[in-house]
């Protein structure tokens, strides 16, 4: 059973950074998508960002941000240590949410992907 395990969340005063962390066990497939959605109480779970594992393949897209995070926020990836990143800078209070990791791993292609979501890790930006 594929896991996803998340670090690095905690509070953090506005204009700091954190850097968020998700390492996928045991393994995904060659072709996967990783990424971060965050969810604020109240509100719909919404995009941050996602990353293909290899570029030019348009059946599994290339590297996506939400609107609200562009140019703060930078994703990365590290194929050998099946970890993917999030750089967040400049917090806002508004950025304050459990930010859960996803893996959307695929089998083949053409075909659909199979979904996974770590448990989720609070970001919480407060002076």
């Known amino acids: 059973q594929v896991q996803l395990v998340e670090s690095g969340g905690g509070l953090v005063q506005p204009g700091g950074s954190l850097r968020l962390s998700c390492t996928v066990s045991?393994?995904?497939?060659?072709?996967?998508?990783m990424g971060w959605y965050r969810q604020a109480p109240g509100q719909q779970r919404e995009l941050v960002a996602t990353?293909?594992?290899?570029?030019?393949?348009?059946?599994?897209?290339?590297?996506t941000y939400g609107d609200g995070v562009k140019g703060r926020f930078t994703i990365s990836r590290d194929n050998a240590k099946k970890t993917a990143y999030l750089q967040m800078n400049n917090l806002k209070p508004e950025d304050t949410a459990v930010y859960y990791c996803?893996?959307?791993?695929?089998?083949?292609?053409?075909?659909?992907?199979?979904?996974?979501w770590g448990q989720g890790t609070q970001v919480t930006v407060s002076s």
């Open positions: 045991p393994n995904f497939y060659a072709l996967n998508v």
């Open positions: 996803n893996l959307k791993n695929y089998r083949r292609i053409p075909g659909r992907p199979d979904d996974y």
């Open positions: 990353m293909p594992s290899v570029v030019n393949v348009p059946e599994i897209g290339t590297t």
